[in-house]
């Protein structure tokens, strides 16, 4: 937290908020308390670290289970005012400075100045090699905001220079749980899958030309019609996937808000990794050899397919591969959708209509295209059974691996999407894609989904991961309920926690705050 008030201010406002508890030990570093000693205060830093590190290694030692440190890191505060974090800043301590906030669950600079704000932002970025947000809501923080990764602006008291120069403008604080945990969940999945798709409609694309360089002993002839091929990316593959990267959606966005480990998938890379990217290229492969093998000896052969005589040249097999690359990639898109909605079929009908509708222009014009002039008629007309049959194939073995797989991981190796998604369908839903629109989402028996579990709120207060109008409890009942015994002992040290505050008046807490 990056704050101008002071630095009491800026330990109520910890406390307030639960960026600070009592649990943590917390280290505060004034500059007019260190008698303005920069030797002192690396001392103090690099002690600080070391009994960190001395903790973590001493976890590690015991044979403590994987995880221990981050737990252990979470007891640790740093709070510094602005002086001494402007000594921090310099070369020869940021790097000492860095370590210790990445050891530390929280750390609150106080009395800094717009620029300061800024430049702990690009130390950061720097250091860490991390994508960072921030989010103000005065012109003090406009530096900061421009500084990091993702810039948020707060509409509110203190003007619109926040939210003018921001990435994101958000008229209330509370609009930031939605944006990331929905919407960012969701454009990561879909920017993922779209990058994979783009790169995988192509190889599928060109690599029948590349394996009909063998059979024409690399002569250069080509065998799509250039107006077809020239339109494959901007008219017969565009639309569907254009719609899947606007509207489609994995989970409801009430239910991305109740279970935020969704968000986790984005900061694992789940989507997009080199394993995932290479999976894509080789199911493209695969997609390539049946497009180009199974039109070639269906339609290229020396038999006559029809009581005409005329047997298939190089133009009507190279449209035949074209028009079946183009709904294998299409309905690929479809199989990767989860939200099918109107929109989502009618783009995909749109694309095979406009691929059909262009195929016969090109093919009745003779000033148009000679080479193929009439072929349209001769496939739907004289083969269409063949033509027909061969599409089926085609299409088949192309997405078979696809389905497969798909239904293997649901079924036998589900991730966490694919238990929320069942959940979702078997709960109180009337089904794909109306999902969860009026009705509330039943919970289940924690024993039943022991990944999904989470802490309930009690009556009167509203969890953060829970939207308005859901039902926290079975039956809509607004009676609290904890998931497993050490949510319950969470719970109860929280409720401690509010009672220890409002004693002491360090901080206007109320039981509601501490529990979101």
């Known amino acids: 937290m990056l704050t101008g008030d002071k630095v009491e201010t800026a330990i109520n406002i910890g406390f307030a908020t639960s960026l600070l508890t009592r649990e943590m030990t917390q280290r505060t570093y004034v500059w007019e308390e260190l008698d303005r000693d920069k030797a002192l205060l690396r001392e103090r830093l690099e002690a600080q670290e070391m009994s960190i590190l001395a903790k973590h290694q001493g976890k590690s030692g015991r044979g403590e289970a994987k995880g221990s440190p981050g737990r252990e890191r979470q007891a640790h505060a740093l709070v510094v005012d602005g002086e001494a974090l402007q000594q921090m800043l310099e070369p020869d301590m940021e790097q000492l400075f860095v370590s210790v906030c990445t050891n530390c669950v929280t750390v609150i600079c106080s009395r800094v100045t717009p620029h300061q704000k800024g430049a702990v932002v690009s130390l950061i970025k720097r250091h860490l090699q991390k994508i960072t947000l921030a989010i103000g809501d005065g012109a003090n923080d406009c530096n900061m905001i421009q500084s990091a990764d993702i810039g948020i602006g707060l509409k509110g008291e203190e003007g619109m220079q926040a939210f003018n120069c921001s990435d994101y403008g958000l008229v209330q604080f509370r609009f930031l749980l939605p944006l990331l945990l929905t919407h960012g969940s969701w454009n990561y999945r879909r920017i993922s899958k779209l990058v994979l798709y783009m790169f995988y409609k192509n190889l599928v694309l060109v690599l029948p030309m590349f394996f009909f360089g063998y059979i024409s002993l690399f002569s ?48 694992i ?6 394993r995932v990217f290479l999976k894509w290229m080789l199911n493209g492969v695969w997609q390539a050899i049946v497009i180009f093998v199974v039109p070639t000896f269906v339609f290229g052969c020396n038999a006559v397919p029809t009581t005409t005589g005329r047997t298939m040249d190089l133009w009507m097999v190279g449209t035949v591969m074209f028009m079946m690359n183009m ?28 691929c059909l509708l262009f195929v016969f222009l090109f093919s009745s014009w003779p000033g148009f295209a000679g080479s193929v002039l009439g072929c349209v008629f001769y496939l739907f007309i004289d083969a269409a059974a063949c033509a027909v049959i061969a599409t089926v194939a085609v299409t088949s073995l192309c997405l078979a691996r696809d389905w497969l797989w798909k239904a293997f991981r649901v079924n036998c190796a589900p991730q966490l999407y694919h238990l929320i998604q069942q959940r979702e369908y078997n709960g109180n839903l009337s089904g794909w894609p109306s999902r969860v629109r009026d009705r509330g989402v039943e919970a289940s028996p924690p024993e039943a989904e022991p990944v999904l579990c ?36 969470k719970l109860e040290r929280t409720r401690q926690e509010v009672r220890t505050l409002q004693r002491q008046g360090i901080a206007e807490t109320t039981e509601k705050h501490l529990l979101e």
């Open 454 to 489: 989470s802490v309930e709120s009690p009556a009167g207060s509203r969890s953060s991961f829970i939207p308005d109008g859901v039902s926290r409890y079975p039956g809509g009942s607004r009676s609290p309920r904890v998931c497993c015994e050490s949510h319950r002992r």
């Open 327 to 354: 709904i294998v990639v299409n309905i690929k898109v479809l199989l990767e959708t989860y939200y099918l909605t109107t929109i989502i079929w009618a783009g995909f009908y749109i694309s095979l209509l406009a």
């Open 269 to 274: 890379d789940l989507y997009l990794n080199l």
């Open 220 to 267: 250069g002839q080509k065998f799509y019609f250039e107006f077809l091929y020239q339109m494959y990316n901007v008219v017969f593959t565009a639309i569907p996937i254009t719609l899947y990267g606007v509207f489609d959606q994995d989970v409801d966005k009430k239910l991305a808000l109740k279970y935020p480990q969704l968000y986790r998938c984005g900061q």
